[in-house]
């Protein structure tokens, strides 16, 4: 059975870093572009960036590229999101999918609430 | 501003039907991109309902369907039941982003 299991909520200060991971299980990690989506609160879906865990070879939005930074290490089969100095307004729920057949996001993550707060 | 537009709410009776559109641009549905939709239940995370514009993944029951037209796609929901409130999301690929782009979502009530 396919599942992608991310990290607990976060609770961070501005200005802190922090990574949030997604753990996949059920299928062959390097074969598949892996893609971040944000939802802000009350808000839709909105993509950040995938990653090819094969070669990670990272494609980002343009509204997130230098924002963030998707990385994985295949030995544990596991996809990061990464903030170098959070934001206020990276308050959110983060989801990981899997791109799958003609670019659909076929299997989810639970998310991973992530809030920024003085 | 969501790149492909969906109406922000639909609502209909138990048992009725009802459609949720998606309209998008040349450099996604209209440059042939399938359509994916997504039902997100409160406090869940999306999940694969329609793909490939029409096809219902193992375990969706035929009371939802898609269709498309040029650069614009329909969800259809037929014999609406209490549990089909949720939000709808449709997606598509955009070519000039190089990645996923959704509609701002849709908020199914059953009355």
């Known amino acids: 059975e396919v599942q992608l299991v991310q990290s607990g909520a976060e609770v961070k200060k501005p200005g802190e870093s922090l990574k949030i991971s997604c753990k996949v299980f059920g299928y062959n990690f390097p074969n598949y572009w892996i893609g971040w989506v944000r939802q802000m609160p009350g808000k839709g879906l909105e993509w950040l960036g995938f990653i090819y865990p094969g070669d990670s070879d990272t494609t980002y939005s343009p509204s997130f590229q230098g924002q963030v930074t998707i990385s994985v290490d295949k030995s544990i089969s596991t996809a990061y999101l990464h903030w170098s100095s959070l934001k206020a307004s990276d308050t959110a729920l983060y989801y990981c999918?899997?791109?799958?057949?003609?670019?659909?996001?076929?299997?989810w993550g639970q998310g991973t609430l992530v809030t920024v707060s003085s | 501003q969501s790149v492909l537009t969906q109406p922000p709410s639909v609502s209909g009776a138990p048992g009725q039907r009802v459609t949720i559109s998606c309209t998008g641009s040349s450099s996604n549905i209209g440059a042939n991109y399938d359509v994916h939709w997504y039902r997100q239940l409160p406090g869940t995370a999306p999940k694969l309902l329609l793909t490939g514009n029409t096809y219902r993944p193992s375990g969706v029951p035929d009371r939802f369907s898609g269709s498309r037209s040029g650069t614009s796609t329909s969800l259809a929901i037929t014999g609406l039941q209490a549990e089909d409130e949720a939000d709808y999301y449709c997606q598509s690929f955009d070519n000039s982003l190089g990645g996923w782009v959704f509609g701002g979502g849709t908020k199914l009530t059953v009355l």
């Open positions: 999918a899997r791109r799958g057949y003609s670019y659909a996001a076929d299997y």
